[in-house]
């Protein structure tokens, strides 16, 4: 069984649990998932079955769209608000100062990971230490946001809700902590979704409760979506059966000899198939020692 399946994970557990999840309810071994969500956030959480596995990279570096809640006026040591409170400060900000703090931080920016975080120092988990009350200094990571929408719609009393689209590695608690920052009064995360993460959608995407329900029917079929969908932003490339056993065994080929457009250009990508439409993986065009070679990438 290989493909993905758009899982909408609830507040309340963690990524792992949502995957230990479905491998019970469909009796399997290997599945992972597209990027982790922390245990208070909901939303898009790709869950990978078999070979799809090897799709993790390129979902992760694809680009994501986050709804949340900042709470003005308080800060915790988690930037979120589980965590313990640190200050309370009076609030002057409205609306237009927020977005206004707001703009500060789109476009190619550099963030310093929270201490409440997977990323390791010296073999530990940053959250680790953070548990055990060692802050420690991070590095400053480079992000890009490509935009915050600021609204007070829906929101309580010094809440306001932005829509962040960003890069990799963005902490949208951190964006909050530092709007908070920027208006002199700190704030905190109250709620987070990720809407979007590359080809996976929110309003498309499953409930953990639903796809359970269909697992029992033996109806789970309907939710696992076709690997190849993570890369249709890449043009398409069909091998004959030579070219097909040759590259499958490691061999590289003569990009102009073979013309496999789009394959014909120092740095391009495509998807390849069979001429029967089996989606075989991804291949890749570079210039080796200045002949131009194409080569498997990632076998599927």
């Known amino acids: 069984m290989d ?9 309340g557990i963690t ?9 019970r309810a469909l009796g399997i071994k290997k599945a992972g998932h597209g990027g982790t969500l922390d245990p208070m956030a909901e939303g898009v959480l790709p ?8 799709a993790q990279d390129e979902i992760m570096h694809g680009g994501k769209t986050y709804f949340a809640k900042l709470l003005l006026g308080v800060t915790t040591d988690t930037e979120d608000i589980t965590g313990n409170v640190l200050t309370r400060r009076e609030v002057k900000a409205d609306l237009d100062a927020v977005k206004a703090a707001a703009k500060q931080f789109e476009g190619d920016i550099m963030q310093t990971p929270p201490m409440y975080s997977a990323l ?3 073999g530990v988990r940053l959250y680790t230490l953070g548990r055990a009350g060692i802050e420690v200094e991070r590095q400053a990571r480079p992000i890009t946001v490509y935009s915050i929408d600021v609204t007070d719609e829906d929101c309580g009393e010094n809440e306001f809700a932005i829509r962040v689209k960003c890069s990799k590695g963005t902490y949208i608690r951190t964006i909050c902590a530092d709007i908070g920052k920027a208006l002199g009064c700190g704030a905190t995360m109250t709620y987070l979704c990720r ?14 409760e639903q796809f359970k329900a269909a697992a029992e029917k033996g109806e789970a079929e309907q939710y696992i979506i076709p690997t190849d969908n993570v890369y249709s932003h890449l043009d398409k490339a069909v091998l ?12 590289r080929l003569d990009a102009p000899r073979e013309k ?15 001429k029967n439409g089996d989606f075989l993986g991804i291949a890749v065009c570079k210039d080796i020692d200045g002949a131009l070679m194409v080569y498997m990438d990632i076998n599927f």
Do not use: H
């Not at 869950?47 to 090897?54: C, D, E, K, W, Y």
């Open 3 to 11: 493909g993905i399946i758009n899982l909408y994970k609830p507040n």
């Open 15 to 23: 990524s792992q649990s949502a995957v230990t999840a479905v491998k």
């Open 47 to 54: 869950i990978l079955i078999g070979s799809a596995t090897r």
């Open 120 to 122: 390791k120092q010296n």
């Open 195 to 208: 809407e979007r993460l590359t080809v996976f959608d929110k309003a498309d995407a499953v409930t953990l």
């Open 240 to 251: 004959d059966e030579r070219q097909q056993r040759l590259m499958k065994n490691g061999v």
């Open 260 to 274: 496999l457009a789009p394959l014909n250009a120092d740095g391009a990508r495509a998807r390849v198939y069979s």
